[in-house]
């Protein structure tokens, strides 16, 4: 399904910078993630636990999206996405990271 340049101009990518990630209690594949955005930390819930480690999470600079409508998940309300590639069965994640120190809030684009 194509979308149009306009509709894609609605997404509101950032680049995020993750300061803190625990267990969701109950959660086989889930973590709170709290991100910064820019002057802003967000909370979201990201299904990336059989991927990551936690410790591993703390400072990695992601791809966020930024105006998804707010879910509840597992108790937790999540306000954004984290941007992560897989393989067709989800096997293998890998978060989209970026490759130079932007700006935490940064556009993406």
Sequence with gaps: MNITFEEFKKLDLRVGEIKSAEEIPGADKLYKIKVDIGGEERELVAGIKLHYNLESLIGKKVAV???????VIRGVT??????????EDKSSLSLLVLDKDLPNGSRIS
Excluded: F, V, Y
């Design 65 to 71: 999206l930024t105006n998804l409508e707010p879910r």
């Design 78 to 87: 999540s306000h954004g996405m984290l941007l992560a590639a897989s393989n």
